[in-house]
T-cell receptor, first 118, second 114 residues
Framework: GAVVSQHPSWVICKSGTSVKIECRSL??????MFWYRQFPKQSLMLMAT?????????EQGVEKDKFLINHASLTLSTLTVTSAHPEDSSFYIC??????????????FGQGTRLTVV | AQSVSQHNHHVILSEAASLELGCNYS??????LFWYVQYPGQHLQLLLK??????LVKGIKGFEAEFIKSKFSFNLRKPSVQWSDTAEYFC????????????FGGGTRVLVKP
């Protein structure tokens, strides 16, 4: 199957600093990437849909100024958590759809990034 | 609100027992249905998917799922589980009515005792 790589796998940062998480599709092109957040013992919650070359679409309740998404190419999307606070500590997961297979409806997931804000 | 519901949060069973995990969704119209698995310490992997055709879908590792349109359900089954099936299982729905976003159920943690 297609491979989606996230970097870093885990990061610890101080309150008030910003953290950037990268999501790359390694062997396919993805016009659309998705960013999810997973709290302990809970399911994945979609934060935003990242579209190549255009602005991301954020879900209700997600602060677009806090979670900056950039999708500059067909293989890379980044999520920047700005001015991070302890409540932003979570597991962030990206996924991408291969635009060239079956209409691109199957999503492939990255390994996730565990963010801890201290 | 439109949603995806998984009935069981936790399931504990012994090896060789049969497993069935329930999943219901509330979207109308065209849907694509998925089951993902997350093994401890690993990322999500696709178990199986339904787009169209035969409503009984075979996936990897002996899993299968049945799409029952009239019940808005897509239950996952495995006749005989192994210890290695210990994981968290997520049902997900991609619905045109929801803007084609992939929405996940709450997940079911399955523990298979050796």
């Amino acid at each position: 199957g297609a491979v989606v790589s996230q970097h870093p796998s885990w990061v610890i940062c101080k309150s008030g600093t910003s953290v950037k998480i990268e999501c790359r599709s390694l062997d396919f092109q993805a016009t659309t990437m998705f960013w999810y957040r997973q709290f302990p013992k809970q399911s994945l919650m979609l934060m935003a849909t990242s579209n190549e070359g255009s602005k991301a679409t954020y879900e209700q309740g997600v602060e677009k100024d806090k979670f900056l998404i950039n999708h500059a190419s067909l293989t890379l999307s980044t999520l920047t958590v700005t001015s991070a606070h302890p409540e932003d500590s979570s597991f962030y997961i990206c996924s991408a759809r291969d635009v060239f297979t079956g209409g691109g409806t199957e999503a492939f997931f990255g390994q996730g990034t565990r963010l801890t804000v201290v | 609100a439109q949603s995806v519901s998984q009935h069981n949060h936790h399931v504990i069973l012994s090896e060789a027992a049969s497993l069935e995990l329930g999943c219901n969704y509330s979207y109308g119209g065209t849907v694509n249905l998925f089951w993902y698995v997350q093994y401890p310490g690993q990322h999500l992997q696709l178990l199986l998917k339904y787009f169209s055709g035969d409503p009984l879908v075979k996936g990897i590792k002996g899993f299968e799922a049945e799409f029952i349109k009239s019940k808005f359900s897509f239950n996952l089954r495995k006749p005989s589980v192994q210890w290695s099936d210990t994981a968290e299982y997520f049902c997900a729905v991609n619905a045109r009515a929801a803007g084609n976003k992939l929405t996940f159920g709450g997940g079911t943690r399955v523990l298979v005792k050796p």
